[in-house]
């Protein structure tokens, strides 16, 4: 039997010490090194495991974003605006004058992240406009890999400071998938908001991929600007203490320009009585500095201030002639633009911080610095201004004297102020119209300085080549020594829409343009260039005016007439049918269609897919963080009721339930122990106060209000009926009004247990937190059911606890 047992040993042995060579055994890519069952006669190879370091001499990329911003503003350009930053950039770098974007923010940030048309990119328009087509879902689809993915797989550090428009509405949530999120569209770090605008005071941040609050208030000198330059410069210190050798891409986005226009009172004072003149004069005089710079040819002239006939015309962009206003909208207006200039000065000065520590540290000489604007100035204010923009987006109208009462403020935390649309036509001079018209050069000719010391033998030059914002992606990839992959994750790629303009580095200033061809399409509005050629057609933006099958086209030679002032459509019939027929091509290749001019209210309001379904009730808890406005409970424009089961000890106070900010929501809270309901509604006072006629005594109770809607104003908004309850008593009622469509595009959440941000009611300081007491729970219902009933059930959620 000893030999059966020495086989038995020999035969385990070779089954269990021989390596098995499978027949389908995973391969490494790349793996050159020898696998054995002892490391000890292994092989390693590092080379498919280490992480790639960028090209020699790769420069680091500080890219500036601007919003809302017209050639005619900044001083570089010849504008009024002092922004010594851009100027010291301006000097030791390239202008451009001819360099083009969407006409609308996320769509020019998408095509800055992936260097593809943004129909391409599945963004329309802004990503609140999201209206289930492949062009317009709101979402960057797998054939488009962004910038900051390439970078970053190429041994770069890749940042992303301030503002992000380009998160689907629906994700903007605490529980939400981050998929869409900076940190996922390769960025390592991000540090802003999420929306398509905050308030510069209070704003909404996140941090990577959480929710934060801010971390001090403007009692102590908060301000976004400060606070995101402060962000900036401390990850790049961060980056420098570890990882020295590895270049950086920072995508740097302040809340500046866009509205709200928010500057402590010392840096609009800068400006007093620079455009006291008025819009008219300043639009003059501007075109006029453009030219004796170089910025235009001799002989531009400057367009009409309403250039579309008024049957087409979007009444809330008319501009009112400066010498038709009373004195007090003179007064009003100038200030305004006032606050907007030293809003952008101080921000710039917040680059400055950032560019300085990179002079300081020796950074500077190999750092390509692009410093622009994401589209033209902003006509959001209306003819009237704001000292609430959310006016615009509820499509409710402004008033005079109610704005009049915060001239001295204006700029400050008790405004969410934007300008008239005289100073958008000002500050997008010499061009037709502003921000939102991708048919006119006023909405898509924007600011762009480029600096790099190291790489750009020129200094302080002009450049005239024709661009756009999809050019900036290829442009940065050859100076970076990367390409884009024309495979990303299995996934085949849409091939670049731009061209590079680093051959312009070295060019003449009027050398050729190697740009081809580019459509324009936005909220209805429409064009092409091709060759020094340009088509538009007559449109408004949100406008609902529809009948694009019978648009008038015009035509321009933008070689000659930069301003596009000469329609030569009438002279050049078979050029126009060619450009015409251009842009249906174009159209047809980058998913444009179908166009949509729908109004802004009728657009923001549309439901669109969540991962949570849509009901009739939502039940909110303390201790959570603010939920967003796009997947919070929808109450606009219905009856709905609010109930909160809430233990309550003597001296209890504080806020219960909050959604929207002092410029427009609603709030249930305890204060000197009675019950109040506040709606503010769009920040116009007096605010609309609910207030208990009795004092609430410790004890358990089911709180509430509930809204009766019975009719609907002139200007959409809804008119009903209030109750505030304390269990099934009416403690206090009467008439209310709400609004047409969201609080804010700020993003103030809904809160339970305290007030984020800013305070809905003046009749308590932010956060306002709850004390004396425990809140069980919120549920907001907009169901068709009597409170009493909605009362007696949650009286009977409050035994089960």
């Known amino acids: 039997m000893t030999w059966i047992k020495t086989f038995a040993t020999a035969a385990l042995a070779a089954i269990y010490l021989t390596p098995a060579i499978a027949q389908d055994a995973p ?287 979007n009444p809330a962009d008319f501009v009112p002639p400066w010498d038709s206003l009373n004195d007090d909208q003179k007064k009003l207006f100038s200030r305004m633009a006032e606050v907007y200039a030293g809003f952008s000065e101080y921000t710039d000065a917040q680059v400055g911080r950032i560019v300085d520590y990179l002079d300081e540290t020796g950074q500077l000489e190999n750092t390509v610095i692009l410093y622009a604007a994401d589209n033209g100035a902003s006509g959001e204010g209306t003819p009237n201004g704001s000292v609430n923009e959310n006016k615009f987006f509820n499509n409710y109208p402004d008033d005079l004297e109610e704005n009049m009462k915060y001239l001295d403020v204006i700029g400050g935390p008790d405004t969410y102020n934007h300008y008239p649309t005289g100073w958008a036509a000002a500050f997008s ?17 924007d600011p762009l300085v480029i600096s790099w010391p190291k790489g750009i033998e020129a200094r302080g030059e002009i450049r005239h080549q024709y661009h756009h914002s999809v050019d900036i992606v290829p442009t940065l990839l050859e100076l970076a020594g990367v390409e884009m992959p024309e495979v990303y994750n299995g996934v085949e790629q849409y091939p670049l829409s731009g061209v590079s303009m680093a051959y312009s580095f070295d060019a003449e200033p009027d050398a050729p343009t190697q740009k081809d061809v580019q459509y324009f399409a936005m909220l209805g509005t429409r064009g092409v260039w091709k060759d020094g050629w340009k088509a538009v057609a007559v449109h408004s933006p949100l406008s609902g005016k529809s009948g694009f099958d019978k648009d008038v086209w015009e035509l321009y030679n933008v070689e000659e007439d930069r301003s596009e002032s000469n329609d030569l459509a009438q002279e050049n019939p078979e050029k126009l049918e060619e450009m015409i027929a251009v842009w249906f091509d174009e159209a047809d290749k980058n998913l444009v269609l179908p166009l949509d001019d729908r109004s802004a209210a009728e657009i923001l309001t549309i439901e669109r897919p969540t991962e949570e379904e849509i009901r009739d009730t939502y039940v909110y808890y303390p201790n959570t963080a603010p939920v967003p406005e796009g997947v919070a409970v929808n109450i606009r424009g219905r009856s709905y009721k609010i109930l909160a089961n809430v233990e309550i000890e003597e001296g209890a106070k504080g806020v219960i339930f909050a959604h929207g900010s002092r410029f427009g929501g609603h709030s249930l809270f305890i204060k000197e122990s009675k019950l109040y309901y506040v709606y503010n509604f769009l920040g116009i006072q007096p605010e609309q106060v609910f207030e208990s006629n009795v004092e609430l005594a410790p004890g358990k109770y089911t709180l509430g209000m509930e809204f009766e809607k019975t009719d609907q104003g002139e200007s959409g908004e809804t008119l009903g009926n209030a109750k505030l309850y304390i269990d099934d008593q009416v403690v206090a009622e009467g008439e209310m009004r709400t609004q047409p469509a969201k609080f804010t595009l700020s993003g103030d959440g809904l809160c339970v247990g305290y007030d984020s941000g800013d305070a809905v009611s003046a009749l308590y300081e932010t956060p306002g937190e709850f004390e004396g007491g425990t809140i069980q729970g919120v549920a907001v219902t907009v169901s068709g059911e009597a409170y009493e009933n909605l009362e007696l059930e949650a009286k009977r959620i409050m035994k089960l606890q």
């Open 429 to 445: 001079a010499p061009f037709k119209m502003f921000k939102r018209y991708a048919n006119y050069a006023g909405g898509t000719n």
């Open 27 to 313: 391969t490494v890519d790349g793996f050159n090194g020898k696998i054995e069952l002892d490391v000890r006669d292994s092989t390693p190879d590092w080379t498919p495991f280490t992480p790639k370091r960028a090209p020699d001499g790769a420069p680091n990329i500080l890219f500036v974003l601007y919003d809302d911003t017209g050639l005619g503003a900044w001083s570089p350009y010849g504008g009024r605006i002092n922004m010594p930053t851009m100027d010291r950039l301006a000097a030791e770098g390239l202008t451009y004058t001819q360099w083009h974007t969407t006409a609308l923010c996320s769509p020019t940030r998408s095509t800055l992240l992936t260097g593809r048309n943004h129909h391409l990119n599945g963004m329309a328009s802004i990503t609140e406009t999201a209206d289930g087509f492949p062009g317009a879902n709101g979402r960057l689809p797998d054939q488009v890999t962004t910038i900051a993915q390439v970078l970053r797989d190429n041994g770069y550090s890749t940042f992303w400071i301030g503002k992000n428009h380009n998160v689907p509405e629906q994700d903007v949530a605490p529980g939400a998938s981050r998929a869409e999120w900076p940190t996922q569209q390769g960025f390592d770090r991000f540090y802003g908001f999420l929306g398509g605008e905050t308030n510069n005071w209070y704003p909404d941040l996140v941090e990577d991929n959480h929710f934060i609050e801010q971390p001090y208030g403007p009692e102590d000198g908060y301000h976004l600007s400060k606070d995101l330059a402060d962000k900036a410069i401390q990850m790049l210190r961060d980056k420098n203490a570890t990882n020295p050798s590895k270049p950086f891409y920072m995508w740097f986005n302040p809340g500046a320009n866009h509205a709200p226009h928010h500057v402590a009172a010392e840096w609009a004072d800068k400006y007093a009585g620079a455009f006291d003149e008025g819009y008219d004069v300043y639009r003059e005089w501007v075109t006029g500095q453009m030219i004796e710079k170089g910025i235009l040819p001799e002989g531009t002239v400057n367009t009409a201030l309403n250039p579309i006939p008024e049957d087409m015309a």
